[in-house]
């Protein structure tokens, strides 16, 4: 089993490159270029912030824009919420390198449930089919990996997530403390149940405080959360797993996972 350790955010192109090398030197292994409130970089910039990523062996993923909802009645939402997930892919492409074996994930938020549940599950869907066939037809390099919410009232439940893998074939991104917010639990049997047959995994992890509707902010993680979660991984083998911190302090969240788990193993 491979787990890579790493931040939410890199920041803007000018530090980018910079801050890649500042993670290698910490041991992190993996960076989430948070675009959640818009794509700021252009090809130029991906393209070099790629190719630095995979000099340092550092993965790389996408968290797209906050402002999306596959579940809207207005069109004019949807086909925004599509062109924001899409361009995250066009440079999510050109940070790949053209390596197949290093595709890069775009997170992102589903929607909102609306009225109906089992209607909302099924637009869903079918905008996540039209979006894998738009990233087919260009030939980009990437995994849409629609992310299991933290609130009970957003769609995103581990079950919601995990059908949505079986009935179109996208990716996946299992937020363990978004599932601590939704269940009151980690819920590390259902996890295994639903994703444990997939080698690759993409996830966040960090201590959050929640109430009863769910999900309120992140916060630090404690040691002891750490070594709940690499009790439960050790049953894996032959997996590679990311481990996406968004704690207030992502690097220095991320550190003490990798320097744990090292000390666990």
Request: glycine residues 8%.
């Amino acid at each position: 089993m491979e787990v890579k350790f790493g931040p939410s955010g890199l920041g803007g192109k000018e530090d980018a490159i910079s801050h890649l090398e500042v993670f290698a030197k910490k041991g992190l292994k993996a960076c989430e270029v948070a675009f959640v409130y818009g794509v700021y970089l252009d090809k130029k910039s991906a393209e070099e912030i790629g190719e630095k990523a995979k000099e340092l062996d550092i993965r790389l993923s996408i968290h797209a824009p906050y402002y999306i909802n596959l579940n809207s009645d207005d069109k004019a939402k949807i086909f925004a919420s599509k062109k924001r997930i899409l361009d995250c892919c066009e440079i999510g492409h050109h940070f790949s390198c053209g390596d197949k074996k290093r595709k890069t994930h775009i997170v992102f938020h589903a929607g909102f449930y609306g009225d109906d549940r089992e209607k909302a599950f099924e637009v869903i869907k079918e905008n996540i089919l039209d979006l894998m066939k738009a990233v087919e037809e260009k030939e980009l390099n990437i995994v849409l990996c629609p992310e299991i919410m933290g609130k009970r009232n957003v769609f995103g439940s581990i079950d919601e997530i995990s059908k949505l893998v079986k009935e179109t074939g996208c990716g996946f991104c299992i937020d363990f403390a978004h599932i601590l917010a939704r269940y009151d639990k980690h819920e590390y049997d259902l996890v295994k149940k639903e994703f444990g047959k997939f080698d690759f995994w993409h996830c966040h992890f960090s201590g959050i405080v929640y109430g009863d509707k769910g999900e309120k902010h992140h916060r630090h993680t404690e040691e002891k959360e750490w070594k709940e979660l690499f009790s439960f991984l050790r049953g894996f083998e032959n997996k590679e797993i990311i481990i996406i911190s968004e704690a207030p302090n992502p690097v220095g969240d991320a550190e003490e996972g990798l320097e744990l788990s090292t000390m666990s193993n």
